[in-house]
């Protein structure tokens, strides 16, 4: 995503903010739940570093800088992420190389390694982007 407000409501992430400072742990747990993560993290958890990721996540647009970039661009995404809808990143997506696993959810690199390096490769070879 180019700006991730596109697809969540910034008072969700404030929201999320709040409730890492009040239990980070079942916050986290119940985002990995909604994501698909079938096995929660067991390290700990850096809550300063993610009150910091969501204000990035907030605030983070690269619209611009996107649409001056003069290099080929590649999009890997989930059919069934539950919480990137497809729809949404066909549009945010449109004019670019965006490769959907149909069957594939929010945690393509953890669950789908070596589809998404078969991607990249494919992309880098087809690109001439090799060395």
Do not use: Y
């Not at 907030?58 to 800088?65: L, M, Q």
């Not at 989930?78 to 959907?100: F, N, S």
């Amino acid at each position: 995503f180019t700006n991730f407000t596109n697809f969540v409501d910034e008072r969700v992430l404030r929201t999320m903010q709040k409730r890492l400072m009040r239990d980070p742990r079942a916050q986290m747990q119940e985002f990995w739940g909604n994501i698909g993560l079938e096995k929660p993290l067991r390290q700990a958890l850096d809550e300063d570093k993610l009150h910091e990721g969501l204000d990035w996540l907030i605030n983070w647009d690269i619209n611009a800088e996107l649409k001056s970039l003069n290099a080929p661009i590649l999009s890997l995404a989930g059919g069934q992420d539950p919480l990137l809808p497809l729809d949404k990143i066909k549009q945010e997506w449109a004019g670019v190389d965006l490769i959907v696993k149909e069957d594939g959810g929010h945690l393509l690199p953890l669950n789908e390694a070596e589809w998404c390096a078969e991607q990249i490769k494919g992309f880098l070879v087809k690109n001439e982007l090799e060395k």
